[in-house]
T-cell receptor, first 114, second 113 residues
Framework: AQSVTQPDIHITVSEGASLELRCNYSYGATPYLFWYVQSPGQGLQLLLKYFSGDTLVQGIKGFEAEFKRSQSSFNLRKPSVHWSDAAEYFCAVGPMEYGNKLVFGAGTILRVKS | ETGVTQTPRHLVMGMTNKKSLKCEQHLGHNAMYWYKQSAKKPLELMFVYNFKEQTENNSVPSRFSPECPNSSHLFLHLHTLQPEDSALYLC????????????FGPGTRLLVL
């Protein structure tokens, strides 16, 4: 069965520092991979997605993620974090052949200190 | 109105009440989803509808009853809920079910007393 692991429950970084959020997945074929962000009291907003092609994906708000098949990873990165990036980040895998069902990781809460 | 909207945003109900959550999407999508987000647990898919037909019921208790009258509207009817059903209920939609991106609403925060 497919699964997603986000090893870090909380991460704290200083404003202006770089960020990397980890995501590992388990899936038997080529997955569709997503990163979503959720601010307090809000729904989920799509940051970026990987379906195929270039393994380095650019998203909104200056985020990028790299698909590494050999490591079953899809880590999210940002070179310089802003205070407004404080939120909860979710990685998800979406196998097409299962009717577009998304399996989510447990989330990583990002705190930004000034 | 843009995107996916959900009403009400907050709901408090007793265990004997009956209430309904509403979701509306203004994106021209054909697939709609209900998710449950509980504290300290990953998002759980509850139901999926595609062109108004239910395509997925993820072993959800019968006290949750979905309804999809058309591709733009999705309801979740609630009755005789338990306190452990307190959670954020998120609605999402996608153009189809071929791996398209799901767009989420802001959610309904439900508290069952």
């Amino acid at each position: 069965a497919q699964s997603v692991t986000q090893p870090d429950i909380h991460i704290t970084v200083s404003e202006g520092a770089s960020l990397e959020l980890r995501c590992n997945y388990s899936y038997g074929a080529t997955p569709y991979l997503f990163w979503y962000v959720q601010s307090p009291g809000q729904g989920l907003q799509l940051l970026l997605k990987y379906f195929s092609g270039d393994t380095l994906v650019q998203g909104i708000k200056g985020f990028e993620a790299e698909f590494k098949r050999s490591q079953s990873s899809f880590n999210l990165r940002k070179p310089s974090v802003h205070w407004s990036d404080a939120a909860e980040y979710f990685c998800a895998v979406g196998p097409m052949e299962y009717g577009n069902k998304l399996v989510f990781g447990a989330g990583t809460i990002l705190r930004v200190k000034s | 109105e843009t995107g996916v909207t959900q009403t009400p945003r907050h709901l408090v109900m007793g265990m004997t009440n009956k209430k309904s959550l509403k979701c509306e999407q203004h994106l021209g999508h054909n697939a709609m989803y209900w998710y449950k987000q509980s504290a300290k647990k990953p998002l759980e898919l509850m139901f999926v509808y595609n062109f108004k037909e239910q395509t997925e019921n993820n072993s959800v208790p019968s006290r949750f009853s979905p309804e999809c009258p058309n591709s733009s509207h999705l309801f979740l009817h609630l009755h005789t809920l338990q306190p452990e059903d307190s959670a954020l209920y998120l609605c999402a939609s996608s153009l189809g079910q071929g791996g398209e991106t799901q767009y989420f609403g802001p959610g309904t925060r439900l508290l069952v007393l």
